[in-house]
Each structure stands twice: as C-alpha cells, then as structure tokens.
C-alpha cells in the first residue's frame, strides 16, 4: 500500500487526547510506521471533569505489544509545556504535534452557562494553543516541525447546540492561517482538519451502519500525510471521513463597488442585493493583501451616484 512507503523512523509525534477514538487511531498509526509517540491523554469523560491513566496505558501497551515505542502523558492539554517536556524527556526531540483533545458541553445558546463555554474553549482554543506555543521555537530552531489543528463542520458550518464548541473550532483555523504563514520559512506548517469519525463523540448522533463506515482509522493517512516530512501542504483545510478526503477554501463573490458618497445608503445596497451576493466569477483568496482595494477606490471614483 501507497502509504506504507511513508515512514516516521526517527521522529516524535504528540498526540493529544489519544486514549480514545482519532486520536488513538493516530498513534497506532504512526508508531506502526517507525515514529515514536507520546500518548497524551487525561481520561476524562465526553463532557470533561475528572481524569483516568487507563485509556492512555492500555495504548502505550498496546503500541508496545505491536513493537512499537510510546509513553503515556496524562496532562491536560491546558499544560501544553509539560507534555512537550514530557516528549522530551523521553525521546530527546519533537516533530510532529497533533491538536486533538477534545471534550462536548452541547447545549442551546440559552442555556449554556459561562462554565460550558469556558471549558470547551479552554480543552479545545487554549489547549491547542499553549500545546503549540510550547513546540513551536523547538520546531523553528531545527528547522522541521509539522502542526494539525483539529475543527469541525460545527466551526465551519455551525451546528444547533454548539456555540461554544463552533467557535473555538472555527478558532483554531484562524489559529491555523496565521501559524502556516509565520512558520513557512522554517518549514513549520500547520494544517487543518475537519473530519469525521465514529467515536464516542458521534456515539449518540450518527446510526451503527453509519459507524461502520467512518472508522477513525479512515482519517490517519491524512493526518500523517501532512504531517510527513515531504508534505509542502501548508495552512491547508480538509474535510475527510470514510475514506473521503477534500480541500475547502474561502470563496469571495464578484462584490459590488459603490460610489462612496451620501448615495451610499441602505437603500442604495439593497438595490445592488443580486451583485453584492453574485457568486457568478468567484475568486479564491488565501492572503489578507488579495483585494486591491486602492483599484477599486480608483474605479469607484468614476461612478455616477448609487
Ligand atoms: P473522543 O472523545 O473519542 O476523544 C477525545 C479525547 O480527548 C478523549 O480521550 C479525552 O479523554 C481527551 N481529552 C479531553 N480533554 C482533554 C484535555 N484537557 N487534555 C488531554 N486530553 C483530553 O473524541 P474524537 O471523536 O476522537 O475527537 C477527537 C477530536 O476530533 C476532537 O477535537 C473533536 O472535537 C474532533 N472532531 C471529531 C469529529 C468526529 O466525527 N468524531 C468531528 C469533528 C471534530
């Protein structure tokens, strides 16, 4: 198989939140290939609070068995430095860092507390933000280091119930863009997934036949992928589950310039409604510097009054 040709000999990967679901998939994966893996988890329940040793022991074990090499890290990820020690500690380097943790507090915006909202940001934004933080000089300096930021359809597309977990998912690509573009010149790239997986996560809302097909398994070849040292994919999103891997990217529509003077109202773009929302000659950007507003304002001069 083609992606047994891609290795990890020799190089460290954390992945958090891997006693269970993708993040255990990852590990396995990547210590059958030669990596060594830190299996960070801290064993808490779905909706996070309290901790267990067991889900990230049973997988060092398990990854052992196999003839592969790995250790346990039960730190919360809101300890990103201790787990980065902790890969040190044991395996001398890092390369690879995965964001995954995760934990679910599902409730409608009216009714979700202050605790719910500042727990699943704090697991899901800080954590991956201060696991990064920690990697991220170590990965400057020896010139390598490759970063997966973990969203959702929820972030991307929204989802009933899940303003707190949306907006941190959605977070972390924003994360994810600024990151690709500071460390592309020391071959630090950050790449973001949005996949689907049965997992306990998806335990309660996806059917069994469903299940059956969306194994975590189906999302590792991805993931490593573009964690690989010859991957040049950077500040990338991905869709994938099943086997099914795709490419989103931000669509700005063909717009509508006004003539900026007192006939710029309300009205006036209401009037243009069918333009400002044509999607008819899309362009694709992926820097902050892909409108030339300066050519637009220029044109705009021109204008009759809205
Ligand atoms: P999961 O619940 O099976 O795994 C999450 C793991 O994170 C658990 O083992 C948990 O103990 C661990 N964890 C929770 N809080 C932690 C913390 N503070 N520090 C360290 N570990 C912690 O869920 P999963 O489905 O495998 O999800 C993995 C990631 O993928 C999550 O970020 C999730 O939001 C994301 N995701 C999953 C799906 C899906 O379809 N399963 C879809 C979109 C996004």
Known sequence: MASQEL??????????????????????????????????????P??????????????VAEIRRNGGEAVADYNSVESGAAIVEAALKAFGRLDVLINNAGVLRDKSFSRMTDADWDLVQGVHLRGSFLCTKAAWDLFRKQKYGRIIMTS???????NFGQANYGSAKMALLGLSNTLAKEGAKYNVYCN?????????MTAT???????????????????????????????GLFELGGGYVTKVRWERGRGHVFKADASFTPAAVQAKWDAVTDFSAPVYPTTITEVNWLDLLEQAKHLPTN
């Open 7 to 44: 290795r990890f000999d020799g190089k460290v990967v954390i992945v958090t939140g891997a006693g269970g679901g993708l993040g255990r998939a990852y590990a396995l994966f990547f210590a059958a290939r030669g990596a060594k893996v830190v299996v960070n988890d801290l064993g808490t």
């Open 46 to 59: 779905l909706t996070g609070g309290g901790a267990s040793h067991e889900a990230a022991d049973g997988l």
């Open 152 to 158: 959702s359809g929820s972030g991307l597309y929204g």
């Open 192 to 200: 973001t997934i949005v996949p689907v997986a049965a997992s306990r």
């Open 205 to 235: 809302t996806v059917p069994a036949d469903v299940m059956e097909l969306i194994k975590p398994d189906f999302v590792a070849p991805m993931v490593a992928l573009l964690c690989h040292e010859s991957s040049t994919e950077n500040g």
